[in-house]
């Protein structure tokens, strides 16, 4: 009885690879990496907060440090891609090339001094090359500019605190997500919040961090912002959005089971309406409390 061969590829990469004709693969490849391109710039369009389910890619970085953040990442895409390409190919040209039927008498050589010299210094290199931009990434982002406006922002369980210093009036509050009945239309669940910071667009903002109790983190992805948030620790970063509207960030560290309700919303405005603001916002203030009423029984 005949036994039928089954193969574990594909019938088409199978016969590609019989046939040595690559180039239905490299098309696969190429195809591939251009829809993700495709899908991504499709998908990013929005600005300040995820739009679509199953969304992939950035969202609109409105900063010159987000910008590098979404440049650096491409660089990292890039350099995977080429790995992954360069290994595949290798791989394929080894399934043909050494196979049994081309080499009946089996090669004995067990080592070769350039070609392990090329495997050692070729992963230093690309390493390099990653290192370089993103310690230049890390400093942009830590080591801060001259400043305009200095805002704290202190991480409680499980809702977020803010500070204008006396010469921006001189005034706290808090910040808590918007539960499903009070949201208004428009205003995105999960994200929403009573209280937003507020920021006058084309100023650097000084942003310090710290903790009340266990391990926050603050990060807004539009700004290319994200530093923890630790107790008894004041952290240090900036940024200087380049566009007025709503722009969405949550904790991202697990601190406990409140970590998905505490969102950061930030409303970058003109500088007239960001005086407008300061004015209200110090007569709204005054009592250095903005705690809800079932946070407020509870202390």
């Not at 080499?103 to 070609?115: E, F, G, K, V």
Request: proline share 7%; hydrophobic share 45%; net charge neutral.
């Amino acid at each position: 009885m005949q036994t039928t061969k089954k193969y574990l590829f594909p019938t088409l990469l199978h016969r590609c690879l019989l046939a040595g004709d690559f180039r239905p693969i490299i098309a696969g490849i190429l195809t591939f990496i251009i829809l993700c391109s495709v899908t991504t710039v499709a998908f990013a369009e929005e600005t300040g907060q995820p739009t679509t389910p199953w969304q992939i890619g950035w969202q609109e970085m409105v900063t010159e440090t987000s910008r590098s953040v979404a440049e650096f990442h491409t660089f990292l895409i890039a350099i995977m891609a080429g790995i992954v390409i360069f290994v595949l190919a290798l791989l394929v040209t080894v399934i043909l090339r050494f196979s049994e039927k081309r080499n009946p008498t089996p090669s004995r050589t067990t080592h070769n001094t350039a070609l392990e010299v090329v495997w050692t210094i070729v992963p230093v290199l690309i390493l390099v090359a990653i290192a370089i931009p993103s310690f230049r990434l890390l400093r942009e982002q830590l080591v801060p500019p001259p400043h305009d406006i200095v805002i704290k922002a202190t991480g409680y369980s499980w809702y977020w605190g803010y500070e204008y210093p006396a010469d921006q009036g001189g005034f706290s509050f808090q910040s808590f997500m918007l539960d499903d009945a009070a949201r208004k239309p428009g205003q995105p669940r999960l994200l929403a919040v009573d209280n937003e910071v507020v920021v006058p667009v084309n100023k650097t903002v000084l942003l310090q961090v710290t903790s009340a109790d266990v391990i926050h983190s603050f990060a807004v992805p539009a700004f290319g912002v994200k530093v923890d948030a630790r107790p008894g620790a004041l952290t240090e970063t900036w940024f200087k959005v380049e566009r007025e509207g709503i722009y969405y960030g949550q904790c991202s560290e697990l601190c406990g089971n409140g970590h998905p309700y505490m969102p950061i919303a930030v409303r970058v405005v003109s500088e007239p309406e960001y005086s407008a603001w300061l004015k209200d916002a110090k007569k709204k203030f005054a009592s250095g409390s903005t705690l809800p009423a079932q946070f407020a029984e509870n202390r």
